[in-house]
């Protein structure tokens, strides 16, 4: 079996952790050096695809929306996202890591079609939480796909988009009748009461790594 080569790493703002850009054949794969596992990886999307048909269904019928979806990885939620939207929808990533970006611009953006060339795709380079405090009532589907969901992974800041204060901010930032969605590795019932304590109705999806129904058991919390 061929071996994965090194395309590329990256600095994450604000802790110093290397992101590297792996390939092997036509299979990308995004991992932390000198952790085991990776972040992501082409061959299992399922859930990030996921994260955006569960979220822009519930907005189908919303006249020229607008999402933001926290993190671009590698571009499947995106994708997913304009796929599920009209012409008229406008569609913004906020992505901490500029690599990111270039990243999904070359080789590695043909596994998702290459979305940021779609014209109602935007990428904002910077944190996706200073960009929700910015912009209230400014979305209609807020998609978050931030470390590992509730429990920070990569960095320990992404744990307060989980917060109160977070969920707070991010409703702020809603449209009438929005739509919050979360991605999340594993189950975590203190979030989905966290939601409802803000006076959220909330519901935690159980979706797949892998289509049609293989992989990981991933969830996404949806709440409005």
């Known amino acids: 079996m061929a071996?994965?080569?090194?395309?590329?790493?990256?600095?994450?703002?604000?802790?110093?952790?290397?992101?590297?850009?792996?390939?092997?054949?036509?299979?990308?794969?995004?991992?932390?050096?000198?952790?085991?596992?990776?972040?992501?990886?082409?061959?299992?999307?399922?859930?990030?695809?996921?994260?955006?048909?569960?979220?822009?269904?519930?907005?189908?019928?919303?006249?020229?929306?607008?999402?933001?979806?926290?993190?671009?990885?590698?571009?499947?939620?995106?994708a997913a996202a304009l796929q599920s939207l009209g012409e008229t929808a406008e569609v913004t990533v906020a992505e901490l890591v500029p690599e990111v970006e270039q990243w999904n611009l070359g080789p590695l953006g043909n596994a998702a079609g290459y979305p940021l060339k779609d014209p109602r795709a935007r990428v904002h380079i910077g944190d996706v939480v200073q960009l929700i405090k910015d912009s209230p009532a400014s979305?209609?589907?807020?998609?978050?796909?931030?470390?590992?969901?509730?429990?920070?992974?990569?960095?320990?800041?992404?744990?307060?988009?989980?917060?109160?204060?977070?969920?707070?901010?991010?409703?702020?930032?809603?449209?009438?009748?929005?739509?919050?969605?979360y991605w999340s590795a594993g189950q975590d019932p203190t979030f989905t009461e966290c939601l409802k304590?803000?006076?959220?109705?909330?519901e935690a999806v159980t979706v797949r790594a892998h289509r049609p129904g293989k992989g990981a058991r991933h969830v996404i919390w949806l709440a409005w």
């Not at 470390?147 to 920070?152: K, L, R, V």
Request: charge should be negative; include cysteine.
């Open 3 to 78: 071996r994965f080569e090194l395309l590329g790493t990256a600095i994450i703002p604000g802790k110093g952790t290397e992101l590297r850009l792996l390939q092997r054949n036509d299979e990308f794969s995004i991992r932390i050096a000198g952790t085991s596992g990776e972040l992501m990886n082409t061959r299992l999307h399922g859930s990030e695809d996921a994260l955006a048909t569960l979220a822009c269904e519930r907005i189908a019928d919303h006249p020229a929306p607008k999402v933001l979806i926290g993190g671009l990885g590698m571009g499947f939620t995106l």
């Open 139 to 181: 979305y209609d589907a807020i998609m978050l796909d931030i470390d590992n969901g509730p429990e920070g992974l990569t960095r320990k800041e992404n744990d307060w988009l989980y917060s109160s204060a977070g969920i707070a901010a991010a409703q702020e930032a809603l449209r009438p009748e929005g739509i919050l969605a």
């Open 197 to 202: 304590r803000a006076g959220l109705s909330a």
